[in-house]
């Protein structure tokens, strides 16, 4: 089990949320791992879009790996697990009840919730008790840490995360200021980190190779290129089709083929960096 935080460097719009979710599909697919993606935003959209029609009937469809649930309900699984929570009935078996599938048993979604006011700080605290008890029952636990999190809630994710995905923007301020950041992060410092470039244009003077040189990495930073197909599909609930259609490519001269190649970087790293940290142990 592995538990891997999505962060931004600055509060800047970097494409955290739309990288994992390139990130975790693409792992769902290629790799044999029970993966549950949860979102932590006041908000359902981020997340539903990219996976789920708006439509309140559940249609299915057939894919690789069995039946696809490609439509949501109305209900957000956190406010059941919330209430499962509360009266301490939640166990590791019955999460799944309050998910949304996207690849039967590869890939499942708690989506985000519309802000309540008299429910933030429970349902707050109800995605640490969740991470805790699903580490339990899947093999990689993706969480988006969002903005509206409180600050002692989000540091005791990422104190609990086995892996943390530092975001940043593709311009000098950006960097510069994550590069005065690492300098008096002890998180950035630590092999639990690994920066990530979201909405990569590699045609920038600021280039992976330049970036990495300038924050003094040991290893190339990752990155997440701006697609139009994947931007597009984000908004279509055309994520999973996506993707797999990518796996297809072959021109390596093709800009789509470029996308899947820089997420499948970027998934190998991660993996790779779980492993090499789990020896450590």
């Known amino acids: ?56 009937v559940k249609k299915m469809k057939l894919g690789i790996f069995g039946e696809n649930r490609l439509s949501v309900d109305a209900e957000s699984g956190i406010e059941g697990i919330t209430k499962m929570a509360r009266s ?28 309540k006011e008299d429910l933030v700080d429970e349902i707050q605290e109800t995605y640490l008790n969740l991470i805790n008890i699903a580490s339990m029952y899947y093999d990689e636990i993706f969480v988006d840490l969002d903005n509206n999190l409180k600050e002692d809630v989000k540091n005791r994710i990422i104190e609990k995360s086995d892996l943390v995905i530092v975001h940043t923007s593709q311009n000098y301020s950006s960097i510069k200021k994550l590069k005065e950041y690492k300098e008096k992060s002890e998180l950035l410092k630590s092999p639990k ?18 970036i990495t040189r300038y924050l003094e990495e040991k290893n190339q930073v990752l990155t997440v290129p701006y697609n139009t197909l994947f931007f ?8 999973p089709d996506l993707l797999l259609n990518f796996r297809k490519l072959s021109d390596n001269e093709d800009r789509n083929y470029i996308f899947i190649q820089e997420v499948k970087r970027a998934t190998e790293n991660i993996i790779y960096r779980l492993q090499e940290l789990k020896m450590r142990r």
């Open 88 to 115: 301490n009935k939640l166990t590791p078996e019955m999460i799944t009840n309050y998910t949304k599938v996207v690849f039967k048993d590869r890939l499942e979604i708690i989506l985000g919730v519309k802000r």
């Open 193 to 210: 980190s690994l920066i990530l470039i979201g909405r990569y244009d590699k045609f920038s003077k600021y280039n992976v190779k330049n």
């Open 232 to 239: 597009e599909a984000v908004d279509e609930a055309g994520v």
């Open 1 to 56: 089990m592995s538990v891997i935080s999505f962060i931004n460097s600055i509060e800047d719009k970097t494409g955290k949320t739309m990288s994992m979710v390139a990130i975790a599909t693409n792992m769902a697919i290629e790799n044999n791992r029970k993966i549950l993606l949860i979102s932590t935003a006041d908000e359902e959209q981020k997340l539903k879009s990219c996976y789920f029609e708006d439509s309140p």
